[in-house]
């Protein structure tokens, strides 16, 4: 996805793109993600800058001929739910602070609930609502972006590995080795998601991408019965958290497609691909106390996939110092689909030698010890 | 291992049976766990009690050989060391680390949950009908010839008046005999492969006298039945407004191409298609057993590469009921021997080895002459459905390839739904992959059928009762 982003908008700023994927279009985490567009979720700070940046972005993409319905782009809004008043009053204070970020947040008290989610469980304490969020269907957004930066002039070869980065005497970039011949350029986005770490250690620079695991439950089709992407208050604080440990907070949303999707897990399990039973189980049984009518709906199937995940939680966007002509986009964790665009920019206005429209400066790809700490 | 070790055979066809029959001779405590009313499988399908069948063996080879498992299975039920849990859905196997957990939904609506608890486990989940899409597949009237054959075994209704019989596979003749002696009027045998294809693996194909008589004894019922056979020709599209009136039924030149001079309309009320089967390997993918060539991998004893899982049966490759139940035999006393820490003996077993290794280049002979036209994907026109729970045409999967990049399967199936519905990519998996130009990769579903959330969210939670 964030790939697709930056040859979109690289390629619009009028710069010769071509772009390299080992797998095909969406093959990575893009293909086992939600789709989610998300300010609701983030602290104010430069995350919650990019977020807002980039659904700005995401809302002139979707007005584009033809684009909005093709990647199934939908502002249904985020509903961040509270179960008892300790949690509701921290997540008043969360909106409070991101209102003064920029981020439409409209307090829902208990018995408003059920006019926004007719089907949500009873008794809960109250909750926040945020329009700005949206969902689109990830796959499809990286495949069309990716359609619209050929017709932007980009070159696309899917099922080559970057085996190497060129670089000259001098230590600068000067284009990639592929399992399918050289490719010269004097600049090199790394946008390889959960492994940007090793593409970047083909040029010789440490970037501390690491695997976070998620599952996700899809449901049966349905007719609309959950109409915003509904979460409990605690995935705030999963998401901000650094803990290898498996975290589960219920994250419930209907789609366009019928089927209801629910997340989220989070945990530090390596690369391992192996079906979960409790996992998918905790997903379900949190699930089932948002909305007690999914207790007879039935789970179709699951997927998983690998956050790319950073220590600080921010991703890396712009040039490597260490190296001259490499750039990086990656290490969005589980905000890439909703990152991507304003990414994209950013990464295209650094190669054209513009001021980015954000600071850089907390993104930086070289913020990282060299080596790791003990 | 416990002192009185627990096996627990998921599927109570040939296989099954077979490897229940053999474990519990040699003391193993088994639960045999099925999702039919009734023992059988596919292949000895019952028929439904209260139908009031008078020679259900009138449909069914080797009758007693089902009558020697369904009394040994009834024996050892009388004496306590099997349990037979019928209806009973196994969506999940979970793996715990000295038990398996088998997780099953039964009732009508498939809603309340069962846990059996288990020393190892042994799947014999069988096979399931290749289905491939061509113009008018969906009209009502199109069947699949395992369906054809499941009614008539089981429902004993005639399914049509006049029938067509096509496809490819040794399924195709029991079923064309089967519809005729019922009452239909079998129009055509239409088979893709061609005659020539199979004689150079004549010597493998007639060192099987019983097949051979068996063979025979088919050819005699179509021509006693009047049945006209077609080779090397292929339906080409079924055609209809309501149901299925007629189909157009075409020869293939040497390349596997349609030859477009040599289509002929036929009538008939009833097409029944098969292209073969696939294994069932859904629980044994979750499980993290490893897959060769469709089915599930398996060494001299049929267990697999899961310490405590063994496999027999169509779900380690397709090759009928006498492969079956040569491979469940063996499955079963490995499992008797292992369970009790003791070594097994294949001295033991030679007989049921022999017949496997005999069966196993008799089937894959038969597959290499048995074969889809060359050129099949060109037959499905851009607007017939290819999957159908998410109505995916043809057009939208050669525009995902085409146009948005899409080189693989799963990358058509998150860019245009293509197996995402109720099945899962069971129907349209083949098509998908032939659409696509790649091979079908194995489809990792980690629920080998929809499950309630209410159910999964308590699902191995402390406080389930199991079984066992």
Partial sequence: ?????????????????????????????????????????????????????????????????????????????????????????????????????????????????????????????????????????????????????????????????????LRTAGGAVRGVRTDHGDIHAPAVVNAAGTWGGEVAALAGVRLPVLPRRGFVLVTE?????????????????????????????????????????????????????SFSLPVVRSLAAGATRLFPFLERVRAMRSYLGFRPYMPDHLPAVGPDPRVPGLFHACGHEGAGIGLAPGTGQLIAQVLSDKTPDLDLAPFRPDRFPEKEAE | MSADPHLAVVGAGPAGLAAALAAAARGLRVTVIDSAAEAGGQFYRQPAQGLGARRPQALHHQWRTWEKLRDGLAAHIEAGRITHLKGHHVWCVER????????????????????????????????????????????????????????????????????????????????????????????????????????????????????????????????????????????????????????????????????????????????????????????????????????????????????????????????????SLAEGHIAGRSAAARLRNTQPDPGAWTAAARARSRLRRFFSALDTGYALPAHWTEQITDDTVVCRCEEVPAAAIREAVDELGAGDVRTVKLLTRAGMGWCQGRMCGPAVAGLTGGEQPPAKRPFACPVPLGVLARAGAPGETTQG
């Fill in chain 1, 1 to 165: 996805m964030t790939g697709a982003a930056c040859a979109l908008y690289a390629a619009r700023a009028g710069l010769r793109v071509t772009l390299v994927d080992r797998g095909p279009v969406a093959g990575g985490t893009t293909g086992a993600g939600e789709g989610n567009l998300l300010v609701s979720d983030k602290e104010p700070g430069p995350e919650l800058e990019l977020a807002l940046h980039s659904v700005r972005l995401w809302a002139e993409l979707a007005a584009e001929p033809g684009m909005g319905a093709a990647v199934e782009y939908e502002r249904k809004g985020g509903v961040v739910v509270a179960a008892a008043p300790q949690g509701l009053a921290a997540l008043a204070g969360l909106a409070v602070e991101q209102c003064a970020a920029g981020v439409e947040a409209v307090p829902v008290a208990a018995d408003e609930l059920h006019d926004l989610e007719p089907h949500i469980a009873p008794g809960l304490a109250g909750a926040v609502h945020y329009p700005q969020d949206a969902q689109v269907m990830p796959s499809l957004a990286a495949a069309h972006l990716v359609r619209a930066a050929r017709a932007a002039g980009a070159g696309l070869h899917t099922g080559w590995t970057v085996t190497d980065v």
């Fill in chain 1, 221 to 273: 089709p349905l007719p609309r019965m959950i109409h915003h992407k509904v979460y409990a208050a605690d995935y705030v604080a999963d998401v901000a958290s650094d803990s290898a440990a498996l975290q589960t907070s219920p994250v419930v949303e209907g789609t366009a497609a019928g089927p209801i999707l629910i997340g989220a897990s989070r945990e530090r399990v390596g690369f391992d691909r």
């Fill in chain 2, 96 to 323: 715990k680390p000295h038990a398996f957990i088998m997780h099953a939904l039964l009732g009508p609506e498939q809603q309340e949950p069962a846990a059996v608890r288990a020393d190892a486990v042994l799947l014999a989940t069988g096979g399931y009908e290749k289905v491939l899409p061509f113009p008018g597949w969906t009209l009502p009237g199109v069947i699949t010839a395992g369906g054809a054959q499941a009614m008539l075994k089981g429902g004993l209704v005639l399914p049509g008046r006049t029938a067509v019989v096509a496809g490819t596979g040794p399924l195709l003749l029991p079923v064309a005999v089967g519809l005729a002696a019922a009452g239909a009027k079998v129009a055509a045998l239409v088979e893709s492969a061609d005659p020539k294809a199979f004689v150079a693996h004549t010597t493998t194909l007639t060192a099987h006298p019983g097949k051979l008589a068996e063979a025979a004894q088919y050819a005699t019922a179509l021509l006693a039945h009047r049945i006209p056979i077609r080779a090397h020709h292929t339906v080409v599209a079924a055609h209809g407004t309501e149901r299925l009136e007629a189909v157009t039924v075409a020869a293939l030149d040497a390349d596997g191409r349609v030859r477009r001079d040599s289509e002929r309309r036929i009538s008939c009320d009833t097409l029944a298609v098969g292209n073969g089967l696939l294994p069932h390997t859904d629980l044994a993918e979750a499980l993290g057993c490893r897959i060769d060539r469709g089915g599930v991998a398996v060494d001299e004893e049929q267990r697999t590469d899961v310490p405590g899982v063994w496999a027999a049966g169509e779900t380690t490759g397709i090759g009928g009921s006498a492969l």
